[in-house]
């Protein structure tokens, strides 16, 4: 199994920028798909980005301004956020699953606890 954390959550203004990180543990390889969704107040969890090996995706309300990107030497995938809005504050959350494929709507097994994103105007 795969055990994530994820870190660098925290309260910014509009236009500010923030890191997430998230760390696996446990089974862990460089066969594993890792995203990050976001689940804001009273909405429905959505799809953020995801990163396989070298093919990435973006929901179309990020791309542009965030980036994903990985540390295979640190079991570590980022998720740089620039131009932040309040429409970004949310829980976000990474999910990882076995095998590299990140096209249309994989199934995540594994999912961290959530970190929280505010950004106020």
């Known amino acids: 199994q795969v055990q994530l954390a994820e870190s660098g959550g925290g309260l910014v203004q509009a236009g500010g920028s923030l890191r997430l990180s998230c760390t696996a543990s446990?089974?862990?390889?460089?066969?594993?798909?890792v995203g990050w969704f976001r689940q804001a107040p009273g909405k429905e969890r959505e799809f953020v980005a995801a990163i396989g090996s070298d093919n990435i995706r973006y929901s179309d309300s990020v791309k542009g301004r965030f980036t994903i990107s990985r540390d295979y030497t640190k079991s570590t995938v980022y998720l740089q956020m620039n131009s932040l809005m309040p429409e970004d504050t949310a829980v976000y959350s990474c999910?990882?699953?076995?095998?590299?494929?990140?096209?249309?709507?994989?199934?995540?097994?594994?999912w961290g606890r959530g970190t929280q994103v505010t950004v106020s105007s």
């Open positions: 999910a990882a699953k076995y095998g590299l494929d990140i096209i249309g709507y994989p199934v995540y097994p594994y």
């Open positions: 446990g089974r862990t390889n460089n066969n594993v798909a």
